[in-house]
T-cell receptor, first 117, second 110 residues
């Protein structure tokens, strides 16, 4: 099946610093990638949709200047949490859509756990 | 996208079939039914999807009622590793992202 990787799997940072999370589709090309966030005991919440070579589309309530998304190639998207604060601590999960299938199934990465101190 | 309703939790004995229901009474004709699961502290895992016909793969079977207003995911022989939150998602357009509800927490008991 399609494989999506994320790096790092876990990161701890100080308040005010920036953190970059990478998402890669390993065995397929993905023109569209998605970023989700999940707080403890809650479901996944869509943050933004990223299309290769164009600006990301953010969901309502998600600050685009705080969560910078870059999708420079068909296999790589990055999420940068700028000036991180403790309330940004969460589980961040990326997803890539396989474009060669008729129903365009989304495949998910293993997630990145961010802890801001 | 149509809304789905799932029971918050279910238990299943190890080795038995796990039948997870999903109600999607407002589904429209071109909406697919997708099932994903999330094991603790991992990303969601794709299980199966269908439009009208029943589907089966190496992981599970998907039974969709004739009126398409509900479906059932069947794990034929549940193991402890199947303990997870299972999400039933209905998606209208293939281009729209998956939106997750609360899902069903399945606990497989030895």
């Amino acid at each position: 099946g399609a494989v999506v990787s994320q790096h790092p799997s876990r990161v701890i940072c100080k308040s005010g610093t920036s953190v970059k999370i990478e998402c890669r589709s390993l065995d397929f090309q993905a023109t569209t990638m998605f970023w989700y966030r999940q707080f403890p005991k809650q479901s996944l919440m869509l943050m933004a949709t990223s299309n290769e070579g164009s600006k990301a589309t953010y969901e309502q309530g998600v600050e685009k200047d705080k969560f910078l998304i870059n999708h420079a190639s068909l296999t790589l998207s990055t999420l940068t949490v700028t000036s991180a604060h403790p309330e940004d601590s969460s589980f961040y999960i990326c997803s890539a859509r396989a474009t060669k299938t008729s129903t365009e199934t989304q495949y998910f990465g293993p997630g990145t756990r961010l802890l801001v101190l | 996208d149509a809304k789905t309703t799932q029971p918050p939790s279910m238990d299943c004995a190890e080795g038995r079939a796990a039948n997870l229901p999903c109600n999607h009474s407002t589904i429209s004709g071109n909406e697919y039914v997708y099932w994903y699961r999330q094991i603790h502290s991992q990303g969601p895992q794709y299980i199966i999807h269908g439009l009208k016909n029943n589907e089966t793969n190496e992981m599970a079977s998907l039974i969709i009622t004739e009126d398409r207003k509900s479906s059932t995911l069947i794990l034929p022989h549940a193991t402890l590793r199947d303990t997870a939150v299972y999400y039933c998602i209905v998606r209208w357009l293939a281009s729209t992202p998956l939106v997750f509800g609360k899902g069903t927490r399945l606990s497989v008991i030895a």
